[in-house]
């Protein structure tokens, strides 16, 4: 989608991820980019190790 165009295109080894205002399950892609809810990027402190 277009929130992972932009990411795809750095080429370093930090994590991607992609913050959104829904309660979603935290999910990996492909190409390893994590999308995560904010709720549980805020308040999990385990969140990015998804």
Do not use: M
Request: aromatic residues 6%; charged residues 35%.
């Amino acid at each position: 989608a277009q929130e992972s165009a932009s990411l795809l295109r750095i080429k370093d080894s930090f994590k991607k991820i992609i913050i959104v205002k829904d309660d979603i399950k935290p999910k990996r892609n492909e190409d390893g980019i994590l999308t995560i809810g904010l709720k549980d990027f805020l308040l999990d402190k385990n969140s990015l190790n998804y």
